[in-house]
């Protein structure tokens, strides 16, 4: 018999968990408006909204917080994250930002122009929000595969190569460079294979245009490489990663996932080609260069953790933590995105209410039942996120009704795991109850962070 896989750390600090009731979830979720970002996290028992900055540091980042170099300028932590980065990517030129988001908002300020494109394979919401906000077209192009969540693909997070060489016989003059997200978020928390990596990058090449990685889940895509891609078996992650960064010319980072940290972010660019104007821009909006939107104690955190998220026993048990969950879903006949992603599970929401049409958002539906059967909290990846009221009050929908489950890294154990599982598979035997909402109130930008809902 395999032996379990085991969490490879021991709990050193705990944080108590409230237990709550039904009735008590039912009038919560009311006042947050049937939007679980408004409920309080102390209202949660299990909370897989995100797997960005709510893991749990280790003694070593904790005790590398004691030497953070507070100084405005030339601080030392600099420069100690500045060497792991180079080691781990290769790339000369680091510029630390607070977290994700403020390193694609510099960065797209710097290297686009209002009526460019930008092809990725699935740009997450807050890349494709920032494009849009600057007048650019985020497209994506994953393979046909990566929007089929029943379809077997060993990295279905793979663009379409075809697609992008036929978007830059057209489109050329408008794309300033390609992005590739590692691994894929919005599509399935999937992989993306060296050899779609290397190719991708050399028919970009061809045309003339860099490429810039979105590389939040890089340790995550190495381990899937090292898993599933022929030849990789033997190699250390620490050489599939610098391969993987040596196919690209830059990398913006979100720290709070394979960062290991609470907070923080970077851009790492391979040549001195956009680092003055991206380092312009970041004294202006997020600090010196020297600590971009960050203390000197959290540029510590993140060396460490930049090395500790590539260590392989960490990452099989990563990897292992989601496809347990997913064995356990499929198990209670639950329809998941498969295979298990990285840091996720995604439940296809079109499966588990059948009942529910686009205009009942079936994802956010399943979302608010979760919540209301077991505390539980993921988040809507469907037409909340994705879709739009246009002008006409017209909605426009999203191919796939999705709910993803998001694991902290080193927060939760396997018997919160199975708890959540056997949750997840007592609703499905009454799904048939869960009822659709509709949207009362809603922003233009990110409209799922702050929408009100009633019942349909
Ligand atoms: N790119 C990807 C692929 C992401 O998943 C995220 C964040 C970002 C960029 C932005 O980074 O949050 O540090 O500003 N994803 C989080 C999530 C929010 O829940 O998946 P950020």
């Known amino acids: 018999m395999n032996r379990p896989i085991i969490e490879p750390f021991r709990i050193k600090s705990v944080e ?3 237990m709550s009731t039904r009735p008590e979830r039912e009038a919560l979720l009311e006042g947050a408006k049937l939007n679980v970002f408004l409920l309080r996290a102390q209202d949660v028992l299990i909370d897989f909204l995100t797997d960005s900055g709510t893991g749990a540091m280790s003694a070593r980042q904790w005790a590398a917080i004691m030497e953070g170099d507070e100084s405005y300028a030339g601080a030392r932590s600099f420069f100690r994250l500045e060497a792991v980065i180079r080691r781990i990517t290769g790339y000369s030129h680091l510029i630390p930002t607070h977290q994700g988001r403020a390193a694609e908002r510099i960065f797209f300020a710097i290297a686009t122009r209002k009526g460019d494109l930008v092809p990725n394979n699935t740009h997450f919401d807050t890349t494709r929000a920032n494009l849009e906000y600057d007048g650019v077209e985020a497209m994506d192009l994953v393979i046909p595969e990566g929007t089929q969540p029943h379809v077997y693909h060993p990295f279905k997070g793979n663009i379409d190569l075809q697609r992008v060489e036929d978007l830059l016989k057209r489109e050329g003059p408008r794309i300033p460079f390609g992005m590739l997200t590692l691994t ?12 779609n990596l290397r190719e991708y990058s050399a028919l970009l090449k061809r045309h003339g245009k860099p490429l810039i990685l979105d590389v939040c889940r890089f340790a995550e895509n190495a381990m899937f490489i090292k898993l599933r891609e022929p030849g990789f078996a033997d190699r250390s ?9 040596g196919h690209a010319d830059g990398c913006l980072m979100s720290a709070k996932k394979d960062g290991m940290v609470n907070i923080g972010g970077f851009i790492a660019l391979h040549d001195e080609r956009w680092v003055e104007a991206a380092r312009n821009l970041l004294i202006l909006t997020e600090g010196f260069p020297t600590y971009g939107g960050l203390a000197g104690r959290d540029l510590e955190a993140l060396a460490v953790g930049l090395e500790e998220v590539l260590q392989e026993d960490y990452l099989r048990y990563r990897l ?27 439940l296809d929401a ?27 909290r993921g988040v809507e990846i469907g037409s909340v996120m994705f879709g739009k009221r246009l002008e006409d009050g017209t909605e426009t929908y999203h191919a796939m009704e999705l709910v993803r489950l998001a694991f902290p890294r080193r927060v939760y154990t396997q018997s919160h795991f199975d ?4 949750v997840i598979c007592q609703l499905r035997s009454r799904a048939d109850e869960v009822r659709g909402v509709r949207i009362t109130r809603q922003s233009r930008f990110l409209r799922h962070f702050t929408a009100e809902f009633r019942w349909a």
């Open 16 to 18: 108590p968990i409230r």
């Open 237 to 245: 992650i620490e050489s599939i990663v610098r391969e993987m960064f």
């Open 184 to 195: 894929n978020n919005s599509g399935g928390g999937q992989p993306v294979s060296m050899e």
């Open 320 to 346: 292992r933590t989601a496809e347990y969950m997913g064995e356990r879903l499929k198990a209670g006949g639950v329809a998941i995105v498969e295979p298990t992603g990285g840091h996720a599970v995604y």
């Open 419 to 422: 708890y959540a599982a056997e």
């Open 350 to 376: 079109k499966q588990v209410l059948p009942h529910l049409g686009p205009e009942d958002y079936p994802a956010w539906s399943l979302c608010n039942a979760l919540y209301l059967e077991g505390g539980i």
